[in-house]
């Protein structure tokens, strides 16, 4: 099965025709790439231009959403909106978001149900701070289960259930973003079989795909996709330098 890496570009660029360029500098390996499908989440200014044009190879993300589909509310960007700018995928509840925008799961709860029932896929973001693991892997499993717990709640239904598929879960462990210091690879498989296994079971029956985010880069990309239970990364300061990130597609097999 194919790795999936997708960029999460934060607040960068700062103009289109950077953009631009760094769209057509990894559209020529994604599109030859036989063991990584890429996504490239852009911030909104720049999202829609690009995304509603096809290009080979790539698949475009935004990195928040609101939970209604149209109405009085002022500053939003709705599921629907994206949806019709062929925007296929939408990253909820980074750690900068939980942080900075006081994002609570309650808010990642029903942005995760709005943008799956308007047909987006969801790339769903947990993962602990530095003081839960600090005490251990069993205490980050735990902080992880319980967060899952919230984000996903009443998440079965009929219909959503049909889509469960559209769900992928990201564990970025708040201590590797940005800080040069990935977890573990043995660490992040048994993080991601504990997902597994916890949204196999009732009351979720979902398979979803786990990723890694968290200090990606192209020396530590190998290693950590040569597991099965990885199915790709999220990457952020490495996804805006298009040789690092076209060595992270690479790695992918
Ligand atoms: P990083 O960010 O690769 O710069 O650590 C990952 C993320 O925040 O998604």
């Known amino acids: 099965m194919k ?11 700062d ?4 953009a631009e360029l760094l769209v057509r500098a990894v559209q020529k390996t994604a599109a030859s790439s036989k063991n990584a499908k890429v996504v490239l989440c852009l911030p909104y200014p720049w999202l829609t231009d690009i995304s509603h044009k096809k290009h080979k190879g790539l698949s475009f993300g935004a990195q928040n959403v609101f939970w209604e589909n149209s109405g009085a509310y ?19 509840g980074h750690s900068e978001r939980r942080k900075w925008l006081g994002e609570t799961d309650e808010m990642i709860n029903k942005r995760v149900k709005a943008a799956l029932k308007t047909g987006l896929k969801v790339i769903l973001c947990v993962g602990e701070g530095i003081e839960i693991r600090k005490k251990g892997l069993s205490a980050a499993k735990k902080f992880v289960k319980n967060q899952l717990q919230k ?17 992928v879960i990201a564990y970025e ?3 590797a973003i940005g800080t040069g210091k990935a977890d573990k690879p043995e660490d992040t498989v048994e993080m991601a079989k504990f997902i597994k296994s916890l949204l196999a079971a009732k009351p979720y029956t979902l398979n979803p795909n786990v990723l890694y985010g968290g200090s990606v880069t192209f020396r530590n990309a190998g290693s950590l996709l040569q597991y099965k239970e990885i199915n790709g990364a999220l990457v952020g300061g490495a996804s805006i330098k298009s040789k690092e990130f076209i060595k992270i597609i690479r790695a992918a097999g």
């Open 74 to 92: 002022t500053g939003e960007v709705s599921p629907a909106m994206l949806k019709n700018s062929g925007v296929e995928y939408v990253i909820i």
């Open 173 to 175: 462990p708040v201590w």
């Open 15 to 18: 103009s289109f025709s950077r």
């Open 151 to 167: 984000d996903l709640k009443n998440f079965p239904s009929s219909k959503l259930q049909a889509l469960s598929s559209y769900l």
């Open 3 to 13: 790795k999936l890496i997708v960029a999460n570009w934060k607040m960068n660029p």
